[in-house]
């Protein structure tokens, strides 16, 4: 519950955004957190101009853009009524306390009273909140207004094959993809507030590894790698699903041309991204081709246990992707063993944009992006949670208290995958994933 009594309501709808260039849009992977949350993931495809060629076949693509968009439409829909129940609850809570205010002046004690009036002043904005989500409620309908109009006006140019109107309606549909883009985009992320409690998956290899998903595929691809240590390594098993890899069974290996040092690798858009041993230099090695498509040195980081985490283990660059990108977190002699969290082009490895956080890396158990937040906890061992957080869009930090529960007592790996709103964990060589809790302020002073 929030502070003053609050209770937060018995749901929670997160939605993650990445595109895949082939896919529709789509909703995939509902499930159900433990804490009884739900989870559905929406896929948004790369905005792209159709050809004039094969008409019937970009019609009926079209045709079912729309229907995608219709179906994503009604989940944001119902999302937006649910949080507008919500918020128009604590809407009433605050008259409530206004109302108390309003009678007990005069008869508390000044202390009793100003507690009164500090729980009042933070749920004020509360107000401005409940006012965005009826806005908000009120453009998903008209949204959906417009998707059916256009989906009768498809459907009519496909019965009769012609070519009226083809363009302008093609450039509605990309419009109306961009809005509901920038939509879900808005309702997707948010400041982490919880982690759920730990869901083993296997127990499997060494004390120290790192396992993962790509944080950016299509439903259908749902591998998982596994790499076991952090000292020389160079075999990657690659396992068809995550049943798969519980079951130990249905895997290839990949052996990596040059060996690995630490555990902070990511799997991106079917590249894994990892610092080759004895180097300050990033790696990028492509599944299908089982290539090296581009390796280039992380200018002043740190390598060879110079700045690691707490745990040690050669854990100097540490690589992440959350909804914005790809990421790398190290140090530098110039940064006094601060931590120095990179945004880098996955392309070309090149830093696109650098922040210095202030926190000593060997502080740190370990640390994982959410949302262009850089989240650090404060140990490896039992007792640890989310210390630090570190804003990239504002520059500027802030100390947290999110607990999780550490089962098994080492800490080795902590990454966190947008597609599916869950952080990976290599916990004394076990495997294990936690869910996530993300909360959302709509900003008053409009769209950001």
């Not at 937006?80 to 809570?93: A, F, H, I, K, P």
């Not at 991204?273 to 581009?294: D, E, G, I, M």
């Not at 996955?346 to 994982?368: I, Q």
């Amino acid at each position: 519950g929030e502070e003053g009594g609050l209770e937060s309501p018995g749901w929670l709808v997160l939605c993650t955004l990445f595109q895949s260039p082939e896919e529709g849009w789509q909703l995939y992977t509902s499930a159900q957190a433990p804490d009884g949350k739900c989870i559905c993931t929406a896929v948004i495809p790369a905005q792209s101009a159709c050809a004039r060629d094969g008409r019937s076949r970009e019609l009926r693509q079209l045709m079912e853009k729309v229907q995608n968009v219709s179906q994503s439409m009604e989940v944001l829909e119902l999302r937006t009524y649910r949080d507008l129940q919500y918020v128009r609850g604590m809407e009433t809570l605050m008259r409530s306390l206004d109302a108390r205010l309003r009678a007990a002046d005069g008869s508390l004690s000044a202390k009793s009273f100003q507690e009164l009036k500090d729980r009042m002043a933070e749920l004020l904005p509360l107000s401005a909140v409940l006012e965005q989500y009826k806005a908000d409620t009120r453009t998903v309908v008209r949204l959906r207004e417009e998707v059916h109009n256009l989906s009768g006006s498809l459907a009519a140019i496909q019965e009769e094959m012609g070519a009226f109107g083809y363009e302008d309606l093609q450039q509605r549909v990309m419009a109306l993809e961009a809005r509901l883009h920038a939509c879900a985009q808005k309702l997707g992320c948010g400041k982490l507030t919880g982690v759920s409690n730990p869901i083993t998956i296997r127990a499997m290899g060494s004390r120290f590894g790192s396992w993962m998903t790509d944080t950016m595929a299509p439903s259908t691809d749902s591998r998982v790698w596994y790499m076991d240590g952090y000292y020389k390594g160079r075999r990657v098993l690659e396992f068809r699903t995550l049943g798969d890899f519980i079951k130990g069974q249905n895997f290839i290996q990949h052996l990596l041309p040059q060996p690995w040092a630490g555990t902070g690798h990511v799997v991106y858009n079917g590249s894994l991204f990892y610092n080759k041993y004895q180097s300050n230099v990033v790696v990028k090695y492509h599944f299908r081709s089982r290539s090296v498509l581009v390796q280039r040195s992380l200018p002043g980081a740190g390598y060879n246990n110079t700045f690691p985490y707490s745990w040690g283990g050669f854990s100097d660059m540490d690589f992440m992707v959350d909804e914005s990108g790809l990421w790398a977190v190290y140090t530098t002699n110039q940064n006094a063993g601060n931590i120095v969290v990179s945004r880098l082009d996955p392309h070309t490895l090149e830093v696109v944009r650098s922040w210095d956080t202030g926190y000593p890396k060997r502080s740190a158990g370990e640390a994982f992006m959410i949302c262009g937040v850089l989240y650090v906890t404060n140990s490896h061992l039992a007792g640890a949670k989310v210390y630090f957080a570190y804003f990239t869009n504002t520059s500027s930090y802030e100390y947290t208290d999110v607990p999780f529960h550490n089962q098994y007592s080492h800490i080795s790996m902590l990454d966190y995958n947008p597609r599916e709103r869950a952080l990976y964990t290599w916990n004394n060589g076990h495997q294990v994933l936690y869910n996530v809790t993300l909360f959302h302020v709509i900003s008053t002073a409009g769209d950001p």
